[in-house]
């Protein structure tokens, strides 16, 4: 099962819920979806959707999908890399009324250099990275360390903070 989740934000995520339910039409997407659609006021018809799960239903489907396809949030990336699933995200951009700005584009690809998930900065992509997650190796997530903790905090004072 590939879990689509656009988290929690008040804004929609129409971009990448469409492409998905096209995918899962055209028989892009060979298993079965589930999505979590959020405030995004697209409705899937090719795929199992629910507008929110609660905390523990959210857990059980991130450790039962073979593939999560996320939004940039930054505890679902890194709940999905500490749990080894691989993770196709796609960064919600303020161009297209998803967020305020494009803060989860810089954190993406952070982790995208870091080798713990794929990037997918243009939803067109995604049937590509579909098929070849399936086979690549992503790195282990290390807990605690330091050094990834100190780039992660290093860009989040650029992004949010002006630099140190």
């Known amino acids: ?34 999505v979590q659609t959020g405030a995004s006021d697209f409705v899937p018809c090719n795929c199992r959707h629910q507008a929110f799960y609660d905390r523990d239903k959210f857990a059980q489907m991130v450790e039962k999908c073979s593939v999560l396809i996320t ?29 305020v700005d494009d803060h989860q584009l810089q954190l993406l690809e952070r982790f995208h250099e870091l080798n713990l998930v794929y990037a997918c900065t243009d939803v067109e992509k995604l049937p590509e990275l579909l098929k070849g997650i399936r086979t690549h190796r992503f790195d282990t997530w290390q807990s605690n360390t330091e050094a990834f903790i100190a780039s992660i905090d290093e860009d989040i004072w650029t992004i949010f903070g002006g630099g140190r």
Request: a positive charge.
């Open 71 to 99: 939004h940039g949030g930054t505890g679902t990336i890194v709940d999905a890399v500490k749990r080894g699933k691989k993770a196709i995200v796609v960064p919600r951009l303020a161009r297209y009324g998803e967020h």
């Open 1 to 34: 099962m590939i879990f689509v989740t656009v988290g929690s934000q008040k804004f929609q995520f129409n971009r990448l819920l469409k492409k998905v339910d096209q995918m899962a039409a055209d028989g892009s997407i060979k298993e079965g979806v589930c």
